[in-house]
T-cell receptor
Framework: DSGVTQTPKHLITATGQRVTLRCSPRSGDLSVYWYQQSLDQGLQFLIQ???????AKGNILERFSAQQFPDLHSELNLSSLELGDSALYFCASSPSPDREMAQYFGPGTRLTVT | QQPVQSPQAVILREGEDAVINCSSSKALYSVHWYRQKHGEAPVFLMI?????EQMRHEKISASFNEKKQQSSLYLTASQLSYSGTYFCGTGAYSGAGSYQLTFGKGTKLSVIP
């Protein structure tokens, strides 16, 4: 157990809908990262927050947005969902966004778009 | 730029050794290694820093060759529990000063009895 929690574990929704994925980082971690992992694909970096501020953006679609709240939990919002958005979405956290910091991953949210 | 991992997949018998390589076309500040078992979250193994020492996690060790811009993960006397997909992550600093990891496509390791 990494100490990172994600809810929900599974989400099934229809195309065109909007969903929100939630992540609570490990106690003391200020940095949160979001990754997308499609079937048999690697981990694609989406976006990173540090202490409430967006710090880096990866391959995140315009239909996706995220934020980190004052209590440090983060939410990833996915809208106008398409079939291709079906994937595992992982959240990870670290104390700070530095090169020597390990990222600890949550259990993931499996999103299925039908 | 995504690092390149090789091999893509490897099958070992218990007790055998394996090497997984991770190469980058860009200068490396650090290399992170993670293992992911099927249906589970990636788990942190170790980080190698530029100018740092070779690292070890149980019977798994790794090296970092800055000149060649590559890292290698060495699995010694493999156990069934080593099965999974191994990802290396290399990074770059964003404009805001945060370190951002890009992961390779992974190496699937299967250890059989």
């Amino acid at each position: 157990d990494s100490g990172v929690t994600q809810t929900p574990k599974h989400l099934i929704t229809a195309t065109g809908q909007r969903v929100t994925l939630r992540c609570s980082p490990r106690s003391g971690d200020l940095s949160v990262y979001w990754y997308q992992q499609s079937l048999d694909q690697g981990l694609q970096f989406l976006i990173q927050y540090y202490n409430g501020e967006e710090r880096a953006k990866g391959n995140i679609l315009e239909r996706f947005s995220a934020q980190q709240f004052p209590d440090l939990h983060s939410e990833l919002n996915l809208s106008s969902l398409e079939l291709g958005d079906s994937a595992l979405y992982f959240c990870a956290s670290s104390p700070s966004p530095d090169r020597e910091m390990a990222q600890y991953f949550g259990p993931g949210t499996r999103l299925t778009v039908t | 730029q995504q690092p390149v991992q090789s091999p893509q997949a490897v099958i070992l018998r218990e007790g055998e050794d394996a090497v997984i390589n991770c190469s980058s076309s860009k200068a490396l500040y650090s290399v992170h290694w993670y293992r992911q078992k099927h249906g589970e979250a990636p788990v942190f193994l170790m980080i190698l820093l530029k100018g740092g020492e070779q690292m070890r996690h149980e019977k798994i060790s790794a090296s970092f060759n800055e000149k060649k811009q590559q890292s290698s993960l060495y699995l010694t006397a493999s156990q069934l529990s080593y099965s999974g997909t191994y990802f290396c992550g290399t990074g770059a600093y964003s404009g805001a000063g945060s370190y951002q990891l890009t992961f390779g496509k992974g190496t699937k390791l299967s250890v059989i009895p």
